[in-house]
């Protein structure tokens, strides 16, 4: 509030002294007042005002910006949907076996989150790793 009545009484100030430079200024060039000083006055103002301004400004952009980025992530996410969808692995092809039509997988396809993650009898899975120490000593 103080901000915002500080910027009032400058505006009130500098039209004043426009409309005292306008009527009579050789009478204020005694008291060191120009039209340059004028424009000074007017530059510091903008910049003042400007700069209460400021944090306004930058809550309103990040809020922007945050608004922004929930669409974006799901048009992201429908596009890894759409690629983990038409993502597959063949298993080696007999090749006397006829090929699938254009566009359709073959039989042997699998997803891709199965190839991501093998299942528990898999002989590719890796045994934990048990720290010699977190397992009780026998005495």
Known sequence: MRDASLVAKATLLRDRLQAALAS?????????????????????????????????????????????????????????????????????RNPDAPSPPPGKPPESCATWEATLRPSPRSPNRQPRYKHPTSTPQNK
């Open 24 to 92: 009579d200024a050789a009478a204020l060039v005694a008291y060191d007042i120009t039209p340059v000083q004028l424009t000074a006055l007017q530059k510091e103002l903008d910049d003042y005002a400007e700069m209460i301004a400021a944090p306004s400004k930058a809550i309103a952009q990040r809020k922007a910006l945050t608004a922004a980025l929930r669409p974006a992530f799901r048009e992201v996410s429908a596009i890894l949907n759409s690629m983990d969808a038409s993502f597959c692995v063949s298993a080696p």
